[in-house]
Nanobody, 124 residues
Framework: VQLQASGGGLVQAGGSLRLSCVASGRAFNTYVMGWFRQAQGKEREFVGGIAWSVGTTEYADSVKGRFTISRDNAKNTVYLQMNSLKPEDTAVYYC??????????????????WGQGTLVTVSS
């Protein structure tokens, strides 16, 4: 499985960005897809995830109500729509795939495949 994330950039506080992650793999619709982020000097943290097979999404408390995850199985793509961005959202954002069917897991170690990361910078 290969993952390619894109869509990062520089945005002012209060603005929006949409990240995309394209995945290879015929069984994409069964994967649990997660988004994580890592700010400079901090550990990688869970942002959100989507489990198509069980129809659930999960979000970190810090992004609930502002970020939305969706997926287009026909395009093997998962999206992270980020609204009302804050300077503390500044980080490198990674998409990740858990190829085991099931629910969204929040630990990075649960995900087998990772994209290369895309930088999001939110200016105040």
């Amino acid at each position: 499985v290969q993952l390619q994330a894109s869509g990062g950039g520089l945005v002012q506080a209060g603005g929006s960005l949409r990240l995309s992650c394209v995945a290879s793999g015929r069984a994409f619709n069964t994967y649990v897809m997660g988004w994580f982020r890592q700010a400079q000097g901090k550990e990688r943290e869970f942002v959100g995830g989507i489990a198509w097979s069980v129809g659930t999404t999960e979000y970190a408390d810090s992004v609930k109500g502002r970020f939305t995850i969706s997926r287009d199985n026909a395009k093997n793509t998962v999206y992270l729509q980020m609204n009302s961005l804050k300077p503390e959202d500044t980080a490198v954002y990674y998409c990740a795939a858990d190829t085991r069917m099931g629910w969204v897991k929040k630990g990075p170690a649960e995900y087998e495949y990772w994209g290369q990361g895309t930088l999001v910078t939110v200016s105040s």
